[in-house]
């Protein structure tokens, strides 16, 4: 069976490590990768991907979360993106899911349950769209 791949991206590293560890205990085998801007994530998604699924912080320097996630998407379609923001409102996150550039979001600060339900419902809807089998 093959590993499911997060990538997780922030420019602050005790943030990114945080995410990290809390997904770390993830009952399902994931494989963890982190990136602390949007063009090194970019080069993962490019050399990597497919990623299960990318949790990316919105406001960074250079690239944002939001510029990241849409090249991602167009990648790499199936991979679930989720927006972590605490500069949007709730609304323009909504919007951005609407129009698909996101398939969800997390409001900073972040809910631990809320990320690990979010994160699994990430990867089951990946596994859906990838049409990948598991045993």
Same mark, same amino acid.
């Given at each position: 069976?093959?590993l499911d791949?997060?990538?997780?991206?922030?420019d602050?590293?005790? /943030?990114l490590?945080l995410?990290?560890?809390?997904?770390?205990? #993830?009952?399902?085998?994931?494989?963890i990768?982190?990136?602390t801007?949007g063009?090194? !994530?970019?080069?993962f998604?490019? @050399?990597?991907?497919p990623? !299960?699924?990318? =949790?990316s912080? #919105?406001? $960074?320097g250079g $690239?944002t979360g939001?510029?990241?996630?849409t090249?991602a998407?167009?990648? /790499?379609p199936?991979t679930? @993106?989720?927006?972590?923001s605490?500069a949007?409102? @709730?609304?323009?996150?909504?919007k951005?899911?609407?129009?698909?550039?996101? /398939? +969800?979001?997390?409001?900073?600060?972040? +809910?631990? +349950?809320? =990320?690990?339900r979010?994160?699994?419902?990430?990867? $089951? !809807?990946?596994?859906g769209r990838s049409g990948?089998e @598991?045993?």
């Amino acid at each position: 069976m093959s590993l499911d791949k997060i990538l997780l991206v922030d420019d602050e590293k005790p /943030h990114l490590e945080l995410l990290k560890e809390v997904l770390s205990i #993830y009952p399902e085998e994931i494989s963890i990768h982190t990136a602390t801007s949007g063009e090194e !994530a970019l080069a993962f998604v490019q @050399r990597k991907g497919p990623f !299960a699924v990318i =949790l990316s912080d #919105y406001k $960074m320097g250079g $690239m944002t979360g939001l510029e990241l996630l849409t090249c991602a998407g167009e990648i /790499h379609p199936s991979t679930s @993106r989720v927006m972590i923001s605490g500069a949007m409102t @709730r609304g323009e996150l909504e919007k951005l899911k609407e129009e698909g550039i996101i /398939h +969800d979001f997390l409001v900073k600060p972040i +809910d631990i +349950d809320e =990320l690990i339900r979010k994160t699994k419902a990430g990867i $089951m !809807a990946f596994q859906g769209r990838s049409g990948q089998e @598991r045993s």
